[in-house]
């Protein structure tokens, strides 16, 4: 297997390591997963049992498209990801949602799935965890507007993505909190710390360890701002902590 999925602009970004390790520990690494999942669900604009089409972007292993599938029974997704082995591992998590759930390759940086997006049925909603971030500030203003102009009317578009501390207080403060949280649940998924030490001397820490070539979050501000220059309304931060966010806005309904 190829084990570097996504360069397709220069620079080495996402690797199949990194998607093992994501496999493994997705859940203890990600500050308030469970609150992640909540506000896409309670924020996602249908009605329990409507029929409607969502996406997720960067899927990974399955887990926010399952709560999705789970919650809204007549929803069918798209669940995108260009790693093979997070697909493999969401193809076996979602297999239980047979025809609902369809699993494709895609890139940030390369609009293809885009364009063929634009030629199917408009989501209600697109979704997305901790992926936005590989793409640079203009890359992600071009994504809004992109995704804004896809939306049904009344669709949103809500992301879960680290997001960028607005001062080198903050930086540290930030750095602390995502270490503490990783360290309770390590200790509350696992019952020892063993993925906690992992975090830290693999450098996932990335207020700590920054590497702008892989990371490139954008402050809350950035988001807000282009999302309302996009045209969404009910711009908002719904859910924050550790330097991670909830964020998203609305089409207008027509
Ligand atoms: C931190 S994981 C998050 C996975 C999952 N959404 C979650 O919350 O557990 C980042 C995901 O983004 C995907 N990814 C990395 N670089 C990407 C890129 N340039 N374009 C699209 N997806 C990318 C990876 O394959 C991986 O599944």
């Known amino acids: 297997m190829q084990d570097d999925v996504s360069q397709p602009t220069g620079g080495l970004l996402w690797q199949e390591t990194d998607s093992r390790f ?3 520990l997705g859940r ?5 997963r469970e609150e992640i999942e909540r506000a896409i669900l309670e924020l996602l604009p249908a009605s329990s049992h409507e029929d409607f089409f969502a996406v997720e972007l960067g899927c990974g292993a399955g887990w926010l498209s399952d709560a999705v599938l789970r919650v809204f029974p007549q929803a069918r997704v798209l ?32 609009d293809a799935w885009l364009r063929d ?19 640079d500030g203009p890359g992600k203003q071009a994504l ?14 809500l992301i879960a993505d680290v997001v960028e501390p607005a001062s080198e207080r903050e930086r540290a ?3 602390g909190r995502w270490d503490a949280a990783v360290r309770e649940r390590s200790l509350a998924f ?19 360890y920054p590497d702008p070539d892989f990371d490139k979050p954008s402050t809350l501000a950035e988001h807000v701002r ?7 309304e009910g711009v908002g931060v719904f859910w924050a902590q550790a330097g991670h966010a909830v964020y998203g806005g609305f089409r207008r309904s027509a």
């Open 22 to 24: 994501f496999i493994e």
């Open 28 to 32: 203890v690494v990600t500050p308030g």
């Open 79 to 110: 669940a995108l990801d260009p790693s093979e082995e997070m697909r493999r591992e969401a193809a076996r998590l979602l297999a239980p949602y047979g025809e609902r759930v369809e699993l494709r390759h895609f890139l940030l940086e390369d």
């Open 117 to 135: 997006l634009a030629a199917g049925p408009a989501p209600r909603c697109v979704y997305s965890s901790l992926v936005v971030h590989h793409l």
């Open 144 to 157: 809004y507007r992109r995704l804004h102009d896809l939306l049904e009317p009344g669709g949103a578009l």
């Open 173 to 175: 403060y930030q750095a």
């Open 190 to 208: 696992t019952g020892n710390l063993r993925a906690w030490e992992f975090f830290e001397s693999d450098h996932w820490n990335l207020w700590r």
């Open 226 to 232: 282009w999302l309302e220059d996009a045209g969404y």
